[in-house]
């Protein structure tokens, strides 16, 4: 069983910058991680995947080259970096964990979800 934690959520500006970070209770080194995202009214959204070892990674098209997904393994930690933020990113962000999944970015493939960090961002 792994316990996940986001933090780092908050208010911010229309171009301003803010990083989520992941707490795990297990060791992350053993599973691939993602962000996903939901604002209200919207389904769950993918937000971004790192394979365990954090050498490749994937964005999704609405958050590239101004989100960057990073992990390290010795803290058992997961990070999103969000840059040049837009209202439009406004959502409940949670961090996810999968078990068996190398580079998952469908929600399905996920075993263990944190609780989420809010992410308001006004224009």
């Known amino acids: 069983q792994v316990q996940l934690v986001e933090s780092g959520g908050g208010l911010v500006q229309a171009g301003g910058s803010l990083r989520l970070s992941c707490a795990a209770s297990g060791r992350t080194g053993s599973y691939a991680m993602g962000w996903f995202r939901q604002a209200p009214g919207k389904e769950r959204e993918f937000v971004a995947v790192i394979s365990r070892s954090g050498g490749n990674t994937y964005h999704a098209d609405s958050v590239k080259d101004r989100f960057t997904i990073s992990r390290d393994n010795a803290k058992n930690t997961v990070y999103l970096q969000m840059n040049s933020l837009k209202p439009e990113d406004t959502a409940l962000y949670y961090c996810?964990?999968?078990?068996?999944?190398?580079?998952?970015?469908?929600?399905?493939?996920?075993?263990?979800w944190g609780q989420g960090t809010q992410v308001t961002v006004s224009s």
């Open positions: 996810a964990a999968s078990v068996r999944a190398q580079f998952p970015t469908n929600s399905y493939l996920y075993n263990y």
